[in-house]
């Protein structure tokens, strides 16, 4: 790719495929540390393989990367309390050669005081997508929610009175909504609605990410992931 390229491609998103999950940024973001691997590679000096959809593609863990990425957006090192992959972390830091995220995994700091902690909301959109039509056209949505805030759930519950919802419990004492299925244009306003009743209560957006299947011969599957988060302090038992 020429300068002349590049140039043009600074202001335009950029989807990368790490190890199978498409994470889409800036091409800016992603040179912020221009001595790092990233930098490197998105300045054109070495070659640079894409996928069968033409994303740019680097074999290298696709869960941890949202966590690079994230640096790179921020330069802060913001992980979940209960993190356990500190060491694989580290390790993907070194590949991309990101010395500050180095730095920050070599002298980790608590994210909150001891009697704080992190309540985790997420929430997804999955979408069937007809092949054949054209445009492409939705064919089925539904949108799941899945916390450990018992209160936010009931409080959805009540205010979201005419969506078509049912309950289910999960693993680790989470409980999940699952609303639809519906068409599209309910579910887009019905994801408005939830983000901003999750962000009044005082949740703010960690991260996002897309995910796409393929299950029949005539449908695709996209997944989209938003995981929100706020500090509450600890109840003594």
């Not at 221009?34 to 033409?54: H, I």
């Not at 997420?122 to 939705?138: C, D």
């Not at 579910?187 to 299947?213: C, P, S, W």
């Amino acid at each position: 790719m020429d300068n002349g390229d590049w140039g043009h491609r600074m202001g335009s998103p950029v989807t990368l495929n790490v190890g199978g999950r498409l994470y889409t940024t800036s091409l800016s973001t992603l040179q912020r540390y221009p001595d790092s691997m990233l930098g490197a590679m998105f300045r054109g000096d070495f070659p640079t393989t894409r996928d069968s959809q033409g994303n740019y593609f680097i074999d290298r863990d696709g869960t941890l990367f949202r966590y690079i990425l994230n640096f790179l957006r921020t330069s802060e090192l913001t992980l979940p309390l209960d993190f356990t992959e500190t060491d694989l972390l580290r390790k993907e830091a070194d590949f991309y050669q990101i010395e500050p995220l180095i730095l920050c995994l070599s002298d980790p700091k608590p994210l909150y005081p001891a009697d704080i902690f992190e309540q985790v909301v997420e929430l997804s959109s999955t979408r069937k997508l007809s092949k054949y039509s054209n445009p492409v056209a939705v064919i089925i949505t539904q949108l799941t929610i899945t916390t450990k805030v018992h209160g936010l759930l009931e409080g959805i519950s009540n205010n979201f009175t005419k969506w078509s919802k049912h309950m289910m419990d999960t693993r680790d004492c989470q409980v999940s909504f699952t609303f639809g299925p519906c068409d599209y244009h309910q579910e887009v306003a019905l994801r408005v609605h939830l983000m901003d009743y999750i962000m009044k209560q005082g949740f703010t957006i960690r991260n996002t990410r897309v995910h796409h299947m393929s299950e029949r011969a005539n449908e695709n599957t996209v997944e989209h992931h938003w995981t929100f988060c706020r500090p509450a302090h600890k109840v003594e038992d």
